[in-house]
């Protein structure tokens, strides 16, 4: 074992620290000092006074670099001492001049080895960083794929039992299982994106896009997690906020479900708010002001400032029982940073907190996210218990410029309805079913819509229901007369918009549980499928059918779907169709630089499991020709559609 004394890079650590101390001190003062001793004595023997800050400086280095000084000194001593005495002259100048080149060559030396060694360590820091983050790469390739193959199967699989008609029961057991996956799954890319922050290959994508829709996407996915809880989620959106806007949405969602899912899960009891209001700073430029707000456990004024920090949770005595990779938050102010926005937070401990995120957005269309027809003409008179919801509504009327009036009992109800001819009567179904009967003559004119928490049966198909939250877009529509019904198949995670009954199809994947999902996510397209389990087997099927898509997975056993692919390319010399045919790239793989890799080699398109059907029908709405789509005129549409 190697002496730690002996040891270069130990330098003054081995002395005791007021010795290290008096070395730094004095090192120049002493050095000075000597040069002037020589001047003011005349000594003959310069170099043994100006040896010693060389021992100064070689020590303040390192151990050896002193060693050989002190050395140096000694062995002149013993020459001047021993030696000079017979030639004075001749001697003193021939030690003189060999010690002076001595000492010359150890200070350089000394100065060259330090300056290697920091250069070396530096390439050595660098180096093992730079495997660090291989390795850490690699490690999240492989748990990335590991993970994602299973929960596709998960989330596909309910997905698909969620579009089969069954009990409300089993609609309600089964998307509990579909939030959880996604709740999973939701921890996975923060991990992820928490990499590609690291890696600085966080990537903002802006688009065209519909902020009713992204809204909708975000509030259906949040009050699925308050099912069951003492927490009412209320939204308030600004009805003039313009309806399609250029950013990225996907980032934007993502920072909006970090924080309302830290709102929920921090909230045992009282309310969750999410309200959205917009400020025009230029002709096609938007301000958006995003708040959160909750009655939850608040956060303590010494814990604000860590807040954002990655792998953070605080006050984790009385946060034990909270999930989380204490990602979320610090994922948020990276990314709304890169797409030019800021990110805050006020909070009072045990009273709640509010959080708020001001983002820069382009104006696609100053078309407004919602508008009444003929506002001056109707009026709500809304009779709900739960005053944060009641608030909420009469905040919404009021935005598109409808009269609105709350009331607190049903004898108050009743007085106004008898006063007054309303429009529309807004009543929590728990509330109508207890005065149904009382509220019939009074409301001969005016237009019942229930208020419905998630898993509430209306047995009434005539009855008008308003899902909770309710929110401009989500009134705007019952006040235009389109209804609100509950339907899994008509809410934000899946819409089909077209069918391609002449399409051809190709799935290639080697597990069968992977090639029903899919499948089964095509069902509703009418689309001619078939299914192949290996790279081999795709080439062969390619050869003798001409596809309008194929969706490839990417590790197969024997041959990868990018050799796979490959191999497809290169037949393009014999027909052009093999160099044409999109190819998706279908794969658990979700790590930084997976899509460009798959682009450089030869696919059209990239789809990560587990399957989001909004992604799958935007590839297929792309890549499936025009002329094979045939177009899907929805309810809601012909509602639109109705003078």
Known sequence: MKNKYLNENSDLRLMPKNVRLLFRIFNIPVSLLCVYLVYLLNIPNPMMILIIPVVFFAFSDGYWGGTMSGMVAVVYSLFFFLVMTEDPKGMEKAITIILAVTAIIVMIGKLKSREAKHINSIAKLKEAAEQHSRHKTDFLARMSHEIRTPMNAIIGMTELALRADKLDSAREYILTVKQAGANLLSIINDILDFSKIETGKLEIVPGDYSFSSLLNDVICIIKMRVIDSQVCFVVNADSGIPGTLFGDEIRIRQVLLNILGNAVKYTERGFVSFSVFGEKTDEDIINLTMEVADSGRGIKPEDLPKLFEEYTQVDLEKNRNVEGTGLGLAIARHTVTAMGGEIGVNSEYGKGSTFTVKLPQRIRSPKPLAQVDNPAEKSVIVYERREPYANSIAYAAGNLGVSCTLVSSATELLEKMAKTDYSFLFISLELYKNIRDSIGKPASNTKIVALTEFGENVLDRNLNVLAMPAYS?????????????????????????????????????????????????????????????????????????NYDLVFMDHKMPEMFGTEAVERIREMGTLDPYYSSVPIVALTADAVSGTKEMFLENGFNDYLSKPIDTVKLGSILETWISKSKQKSIVTESDKLRQTP
């Open 473 to 545: 877009v989500s009134l705007a529509n019952i006040l235009n007369g389109m209804s609100d019904r509950f339907s899994y198949c008509d809410s934000c995670e899946f819409s089909v918009k077209f069918t391609a009954p002449d399409a051809h199809v190709l799935i290639v994947d080697d597990a069968n549980t992977n090639l029903k999902v899919a499948q089964g996510l095509l069902l509703p397209y009418n689309m001619q499928v078939d299914l192949r389990k290996s790279g081999k087997e795709a080439i062969e099927a390619i050869q003798s059918k």
